[in-house]
């Protein structure tokens, strides 16, 4: 059974650059969630993907969007970078919300 | 607005030594709670689940108890090893809210076990 996976694994931008960031589920997970980690902080909730509809959001603005694939994959863009977004992304995959999610490594950015 | 506090937030500890980590949160109204652990630069890596109707659940040399009513959950390690070594996290799913997906976490708790 293939794990989580996503890419890159570290990105550098420049500010004002717009990112996407990959992230393929575990096989039989229907269910895609996506988390911001600053360093030293708790990962925060930015929103999650159900069978390719956004199905909650977190407190985070329009500039981050995300897809959900019909294979279930998926991506997270965010638009004009700024500083602050420099952190740890984790994309985490469920076959429902509230079962246990498994967490793929992370793409690590960071804007300069 | 649920809150998740985990105390302390770093812990070191000679190898051998038997341990534990808290966790504490503001709205008992939970659908569960989960215990992870990360690795320097890495993802999370789950642990133990507990549901809210459960009081405790058990893998290996992990422990993992919760009071509801209180808002704690405690994660026992039992005779640490060096390879224990990395942050621990306690994340809790809420029972109302529009997303069924919205891990709340804590800051996390950095262990670190010498030899």
């Known amino acids: 059974e293939t794990g989580v996976t996503q890419s890159p694994t570290h990105l550098i931008k420049t500010r004002g650059q717009q990112v996407t960031l990959r992230c393929s589920s575990q096989?039989?997970?229907?269910?895609v969630s996506w988390y911001q980690q600053a360093l030293g902080q708790g990962p925060q909730f930015i929103f999650q993907?159900?069978?390719?509809?956004?199905?909650g959001r977190g407190n985070f603005p329009p500039r981050f969007s995300g897809l959900q694939f019909p294979n279930y994959s998926s991506e997270l863009n965010v638009n004009a970078l700024e500083l602050d977004d420099s952190a740890l992304y984790l994309c985490a995959s469920s076959r429902q919300g509230r079962e246990t999610q498994y967490f793929g490594p992370g793409t690590r950015l960071l804007v300069l | 607005k649920q809150e998740v506090t985990q105390i302390p937030a770093a812990l070191s500890v000679p190898e051998g030594e038997n341990l534990v980590l808290n966790c504490s949160f503001t709205?008992?109204?939970?659908?569960?709670l989960q215990w992870f652990r990360q690795d320097p630069g890495k993802g999370l890596t789950s642990l133990l689940l507990?549901?809210?109707?459960?009081r405790e659940q058990t893998s290996g040399r992990l422990n993992a108890s919760l009071d509801k009513s209180s808002g704690r959950s405690t994660l026992y390690i039992a005779a640490s090893q060096p390879g224990d070594s990395a942050t621990y996290l306690c994340a809790v799913y809420m029972n109302y809210g529009g997303s069924q997906g919205n891990l709340i976490f804590g800051k996390g708790t950095k262990l670190s076990v010498k030899p």
């Open positions: 096989s039989g997970h229907n269910t």
């Open positions: 507990i549901q809210s109707s459960q």
């Open positions: 709205d008992s109204a939970i659908y569960n």
């Open positions: 993907y159900y069978r390719e509809e956004e199905n």
